[in-house]
């Protein structure tokens, strides 16, 4: 949800210091991911301290170079290096751990990937498309906001993969986690409490 508001933020605004509200929340927002996904094979209700030291490190590292060089390019490497983790992670455990999980993990991978393919071609292509979409009725200019895409999809694919990471922790907690749809659209993750012997 802070990814969200700063969005919201800086979008309506389009200031600095509101891109700043819509960048670093990625960033904080993917460390919580990484830890999620490399805590979720334990029982114990304990703390990884080791792990969460080199994370918020990261995050603080990244926050004070990005304020001081404002180069968004070092901002996508840092925020590209976390999803990276976090995909390798991901495949990690629907290749080896829960190989029945490859439709859940393959399609939040997809969603998310598709997002920021177009992501790129609206960073790229921004001029030429602008001007492809003053030719086209607004329909259809409307539909081709990719930067717009890559919010929806990028948030859809994000959504998919905690679903993915809380089926994997319910699982191992031998809880009975099903994703059912909703209205045969909406995924959504019940679990019921492990059978009692």
Avoid at 152 to 179: A, E
Wanted: glycine content about 6%; hydrophobic content about 50%.
């Amino acid at each position: 949800s802070a990814v969200g508001l700063g969005s919201w933020c800086f979008h309506m605004t389009l200031k600095y210091e509101m891109q700043l509200l819509d960048e670093l929340p990625m960033i904080y927002s993917c460390c919580v991911f990484v830890y999620c996904l490399y805590e979720c094979f334990k029982y114990k209700n304990t703390v990884n301290y080791p792990l969460l030291f080199l994370l918020i490190t990261y995050s603080f590292v990244v926050s004070i170079v990005y304020l001081n060089l404002k180069e968004p390019v070092f901002h996508q490497i840092m925020y590209g290096t976390l999803v990276s983790i976090i995909v390798l992670r991901s495949v990690y455990i629907v290749l080896w751990v829960y190989p029945w999980l490859r439709g859940l993990g393959y399609t939040s991978l997809t969603v998310f990937l598709m997002g920021f393919f177009l992501w790129n071609v609206d960073n790229i292509f921004c001029d030429k498309l602008r001007a492809l979409r003053e030719k086209m009725p607004p329909v259809v200019g409307a539909v081709t906001q990719f930067h717009a895409w890559w919010h929806i999809l990028t948030g859809l694919g994000s959504y998919l993969h905690i679903l993915l990471s809380l089926y994997t922790r319910t699982l191992f907690l031998k809880h009975r986690p099903k994703v059912k749809f909703v209205f045969g659209i909406w995924p959504v993750l019940l679990v019921e409490p492990p059978k009692k012997l």
